[in-house]
């Protein structure tokens, strides 16, 4: 089994900062890409930031100079630093790892999500 579990999520008011982390544990064999996903009720879910087990990066185009995601493979840890924070960014973010467990091949995992609000 491979659980990812989330923290840093909170109330911040615009201009603020916050920093998520996420840490994938269980029978892991390697990890892919880790990435932060979020939504807002009603709408689908949208790709925020990813990053690749050799250090590529890929942003939304909302987030792109304000956010930041990096990782470190050593401790299977994936982090958004998100500054500039704008009220348009209150959602449910999403911690995904793309996952190989021990005897088995490569599946997507995802976190129980940590509630972002950013007050005007």
């Known amino acids: 089994q491979v659980q990812l579990v989330e923290s840093g999520g909170g109330l911040v008011q615009a201009g603020g900062s916050l920093t998520l982390s996420c840490t994938a544990s269980?029978?892991?064999?390697?990890?892919?890409?880790m990435g932060w996903y979020r939504q807002v009720p009603g709408k689908q879910r949208e790709l925020v930031a990813v990053i690749t087990s050799g250090g590529s990066t890929n942003y939304a185009d909302s987030v792109k100079g304000r956010f930041t995601i990096s990782r470190d493979n050593a401790k299977n840890t994936v982090v958004l630093q998100m500054n500039s924070l704008k009220p348009e960014d209150t959602a449910v973010y999403y911690c995904?790892?793309?996952?190989?467990?021990?005897?088995?091949?490569?599946?997507?995992?995802w976190g129980q999500g940590t509630q972002v609000t950013v007050s005007s």
């Open positions: 269980g029978t892991i064999f390697s990890i892919d890409a």
């Open positions: 995904n790892a793309v996952v190989r467990p021990y005897g088995s091949t490569y599946k997507d995992y």
